[in-house]
């Protein structure tokens, strides 16, 4: 996030500069997603007044609001403490499937892959070439409902004992 920008503005900035997108348009967009996530009262405030997990959730949603194709996630929830990952996976994994946008994600978090995928790809070491790719059928559950199904559990350690034998 732009330190110098308040959330709002943050939000708006690529829809209006790159997209083209009518301001007002963009910004009543924005209100939208930040009101699915929560922070609508968070409109005006700095990123250095926001807490590392509404920073996140704020920086997804500007990522969503240019409508990639496929929106690419690199450890993105690594910084955040085992709390408020749970709550902001639950909250991007929602907005996600609303959109109708493809994510794919990198992670060294199994119990994450699994709660958030419905493909898990695991790759060798160096040079990374795909070992096995794992089709994970929990249906439409959330990721924190996902946790509490028992094959969540099943795939979890299907997964782990296949990098622990690489």
């Given at each position: 996030?732009?330190?110098?920008?308040?959330?709002?503005?943050?939000?708006?900035?690529?829809?209006?500069?790159?997209?083209?997108?009518?301001?007002?348009?963009?910004?009543?967009?924005?209100?939208?997603?930040?009101?699915?996530?929560?922070?609508?009262?968070?409109?005006?405030?700095?990123?250095?007044?926001?807490?590392?997990?509404?920073?996140?959730?704020?920086?997804?949603?500007?990522?969503?609001?240019?409508?990639?194709?496929?929106?690419?996630?690199?450890?993105?929830?690594?910084?955040?403490?085992?709390?408020?990952?749970?709550?902001?996976?639950?909250?991007?994994?929602?907005?996600?499937?609303?959109?109708?946008?493809?994510?794919?994600?990198?992670?060294?978090?199994?119990?994450?892959?699994?709660?958030?995928?419905?493909?898990?790809?695991?790759?060798?070491?160096?040079?990374?070439r795909i070992k096995q790719i794992h089709t994970i059928e929990l249906g439409n559950l959330t990721p924190l409902e996902r946790r509490d199904d028992i094959r969540f559990?099943?795939?979890?350690?299907?997964?782990?004992?296949?990098?622990?034998?690489?």
């Amino acid at each position: 996030l732009f330190n110098n920008l308040n959330v709002l503005d943050n939000l708006t900035l690529a829809p209006v500069e790159l997209k083209k997108a009518d301001k007002n348009s963009a910004k009543a967009q924005a209100m939208q997603m930040l009101e699915k996530v929560g922070l609508s009262d968070k409109a005006q405030a700095y990123p250095s007044q926001l807490s590392g997990g509404m920073r996140q959730r704020v920086a997804l949603i500007r990522t969503l609001a240019v409508k990639p194709e496929i929106f690419l996630l690199d450890e993105a929830f690594s910084a955040l403490d085992y709390q408020t990952r749970l709550t902001v996976t639950d909250d991007i994994y929602s907005i996600l499937r609303r959109e109708g946008q493809t994510m794919v994600m990198v992670t060294h978090d199994i119990p994450e892959s699994v709660s958030m995928s419905n493909r898990v790809v695991v790759l060798s070491g160096r040079p990374a070439r795909i070992k096995q790719i794992h089709t994970i059928e929990l249906g439409n559950l959330t990721p924190l409902e996902r946790r509490d199904d028992i094959r969540f559990n099943e795939y979890s350690n299907e997964i782990w004992k296949e990098l622990r034998e690489s």
